[in-house]
């Protein structure tokens, strides 16, 4: 897979109250990924976007939920989220700005 390849495989970091949890906590960050992501390649796309050493990843896939609209029922997609834990000393800062 190349570089632009792996760029988009990490579609969005997934902010929750649990993922923030999972931050604090772990050194976990978790990133909404395409559905034929594997943890393999997964791994090689934050090390590449961010410059940080990745410990490992877990990845669950998330079923959709059922919606209704009136009478028509309808499903949301199917997604699959990873959990990437960082080797101690590495940081990820999604802001970018300094602190003062």
């Known amino acids: 897979m190349n570089e632009q390849e792996l ?19 772990n050194r976990q960050f978790v990133f909404a990924v395409r559905r034929d ?19 490992s990843v877990t990845v669950p896939n998330v079923k959709g939920t059922l919606k209704r ?6 499903r949301r997609q199917d997604w699959k989220k990873a959990y990437v834990r960082l080797k101690p000393g590495q940081e990820i800062d999604f802001v970018g700005g300094q602190a003062k």
């Open 7 to 25: 760029s988009q495989l990490i579609l969005a970091p997934h902010i929750s109250e649990k993922s923030s949890r999972v931050a604090d906590k």
């Open 37 to 55: 992501a594997t943890k393999p390649l997964i791994k090689r796309a934050v090390e590449k976007m961010f410059s940080v050493e990745v410990a």
């Open 69 to 74: 609209q009136g009478k028509t029922p309808g």
